[in-house]
Antibody, heavy 118, light 107 residues
Framework: QVQLVESGGGVVQPGGSLRLSCAAS????????MHWVRQAPGKGLEWVAF????????YYADSVKGRFTISRDNSKNTLYLQMNSLRAEDTAVYYC???????????WGQGTLVTVSS | DIQMTQSPSSLSASVGDRVTITCRAS??????LNWYQQKPGKAPKLLIY???SLQSGVPSRFSGDGSGTDFTLTISSLQPEDFATYYC?????????FGQGTKLEIK
């Protein structure tokens, strides 16, 4: 069965950096695009970034462009999100999700909490 | 950017009711519209993709309709496990925006 497991969350000071990982199993990871989506405490879902199956194209929300970088290692079945210049408003649960094709997100991880606070 | 607006923001209903949630896009998105259900403390779950296609394993009481800018999610007969928050999401543009959510509560 499809499994997505995020890790790397934690508490970081404003201006700091953090790298999230998402370990995938149960499907051919190298054949599917992948997304990061976040949810601030008590708020709705916000799409963050998408990477095509082969890493050839990457797309970002305006709120994170220039600060966050999505990447993948298909040999390790792992998705990453490098987050730099973190701000308080980046505090959220970060989910990785598999693209079903047509950018419907059909499987999601359990999420990892990132807290940006001094 | 394409803005997605859901209505209502919250809704009270009873078990057995028929419920419809609306999602409107700020520009035409053809049928590139998906619906998700989220329960507290859990990850979202895909219900409907491409406006009206039912994701595998999702009960047939869920249905989606619409094209262009106006879309609906209908639950034909509410069950206790359906009380949750529902989100629409457009996949027409590569800025894949979500609606603000509709919280469905028990009356």
């Amino acid at each position: 069965q499809v499994q997505l497991v995020e890790s790397g969350g934690g508490v970081v000071q404003p201006g700091g950096s953090l790298r999230l990982s998402c370990a995938a199993s149960g499907f051919t990871f190298s054949s599917y695009g992948m997304h990061w989506v976040r949810q601030a405490p008590g708020k709705g879902l916000e799409w963050v970034a998408f990477i095509r199956y082969d890493g050839s194209n990457k797309y970002y929300a305006d709120s994170v462009k220039g600060r966050f970088t999505i990447s993948r290692d298909n040999s390790k079945n792992t998705l990453y999100l490098q987050m730099n210049s973190l701000r308080a408003e980046d505090t959220a649960v970060y989910y990785c999700a598999k693209d079903r094709e047509g950018a419907a997100l059909d499987y999601w991880g359990q999420g990892t909490l990132v807290t940006v606070s001094s | 950017d394409i803005q997605m607006t859901q209505s209502p923001s919250s809704l009270s209903a009873s078990v057995g009711d028929r419920v419809t949630i609306t999602c409107r896009a700020s520009q035409s998105i053809s049928r590139y519209l998906n619906w998700y259900q989220q329960k507290p403390g859990k990850a979202p779950k895909l219900l409907i993709y491409a406006a009206s296609s039912l994701q595998s394993g999702v009960p047939s009481r869920f249905s989606g309709d619409g094209s262009g800018t106006d879309f609906t999610l209908t639950i034909s007969s509410l069950q206790p496990e359906d009380f949750a928050t529902y989100y629409c999401q457009q996949s027409y543009s590569t800025l894949y925006t979500f609606g603000q959510g509709t919280k469905l509560e028990i009356k």
